[in-house]
């Protein structure tokens, strides 16, 4: 199965104004892939997600495709098209199981783990699997299942969660800013379970504001600000050498880099210029920035992958060489490895000047 | 000095801090760190004069606390900053009422509040909007300047920055070093994020682990 998002925008109708909360998104996520999509609070990021179940209020206008190709029964879907009925029975939980904000405050706190993750698969028709091998499947004795919510420490808590998106076998797991208000040993054991279910061969789409979180679980970053994706990379470059100004300027803003703040603030999503949204705040901004840019893409990177990091350069005779450009070469499909343990990657960034 | 000595408090049965002595001085950040549910936020609320503690001692630049909440006259000496803006603000007010709230309380003219939501970064259109009409990381701004406004000596800032992303973090956290500067205020930065916790204060940080003695280890004193 693959996600293939393609000119995806969402718009809001207020009285008087309109909020232009996604424009023109397009990303690809596969199986036994993680994608994660950041950004500040009030970026379009959450909206994406709901986007892609269908679960926007009355006053949004979608358009473009969000399609789900290579369907498991063969076929594939466009989720922006798909009638409600659709989406109810056969997308949310069954194709696309979503791991929400805060897991603890989803579950019923009358009910044990064990009868919530029963009463699902019952609701999803899958009488055949138990409510013990799911929980086993999201990493729970089936012990912990006979607790009841406030028994649960967060970590089972979150595994409770993940034990009831994963109650339909989705292909797809979308997590909505799963680590909001978790303290760091457990947004690393949350970010850890997603990689399994990803490694397990799920795509695996996270949307969070988490810079670090991002880092443990993903293969591609998105950055997302004021409603557009200015940034698509593999995540090992992504980390060592971001290109697009903004994504630099959040990375700079970490306390374990320069600890400083990109100056301004983001534009209001109901007044977007016409121009590139962060050139008031762009110290690389000249007057081509005024139109703006599209999210093409940059030479393919060649490297090699080195301790979990993306070490530019080639292969020469046989030899690994550092910092070597590429010269011509087509880039394969981003991340794969394209023979001797070099990989070519290509990345995307919105900028007249990255 | 922000004094607190050998607190303890309950919640019905389940005691959440039990013995527990920190002291922040005037001019000083210190950070306290810790996993969430340790009892870290319990203690920013004592020492914030909010909660009062089953038994122990708040003092507040030598003088013992003897009244809570708005019974307590030191409260304007401290400022306090949640983690979560919109449990923390009403919902009718503009931001701007909630900045200026603390000014009217004290019968102070209002100017001030101004100023300070203009150097959060907050622009003029905002200060009319309602909490629900604005991001986290406008109304944590605003809640920033709010906890300002009175000039406290000490601030405690409870996981001020978790919601919030890596350049809001960096900027909120760079007013509140430029005020403690300013003022020689003592800052508390408490929050599960060590990292954070460490570039913030130089190092300057408490390791607060509960288990399996809290007031151990969160008492500085040595044991006597
Ligand atoms: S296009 Fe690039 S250089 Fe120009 S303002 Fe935007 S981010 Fe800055």
Redesign the interface.
Known sequence: MKLRVDGLSVRFHLPGADVHAVTDARFELREGRCLALV????CGKSVMAHALLGLLPGNATVTGHARLDDLPGGGSLDLVTAPEKVLARQVRGRLIGLVPQSPAAHLTPVRTARSQIAETLRELGRTGESADTLAERAGLSPRDLDRYPHQLS?GMAQRVANALALAGDPPLILADEPT???????VDATMAELRRLCDEGRAVLVIT?D?RAAERVADEIAVMYASRIVELSPAEPFFSGPRHPYAR???D????RR????P??PP?LTRLPDGCAFLPRCSSATSACERQPPLHAGPAVNGQVVNGQFVEGQFVEGQFVEGQPVVGGQPALDGQAAGNGQTSMSRKVACHHA | MLEARDITLSFGRHRVLDGVSLSLRPGEVLGLAG??GCGKSTLARVLALLLRPSSGTVSVDGTVVKGWRHRAPQRTAIGLIF?QPRLAVDPRFTLLDVIAEPLRAARRPLDRAHELAEEL?L?P?LFGRRPHEV????LQRACVARALVLEPRYLICDEMT??????????L??RIEAYRERTGAGVLAVS?????L???SDGNVRDWNPAPAPARNADPAPAS
């Open positions: 950004g500040e609070s009030g967060g909001t208000g978790l303290d760091r040993p457990l504001h810079l300027g959040l990375l803003a970490l306390p374990s600890f400083v703040p990109i301004g603030q209001e | 996993p969430s983690q970064g622009t259109e991001s986290d990381g406008q978790t919601m919030l992303d890596a350049s809001t973090q960096a900027h956290v760079g599960h994020d060590a990292e954070l460490h570039r913030w």
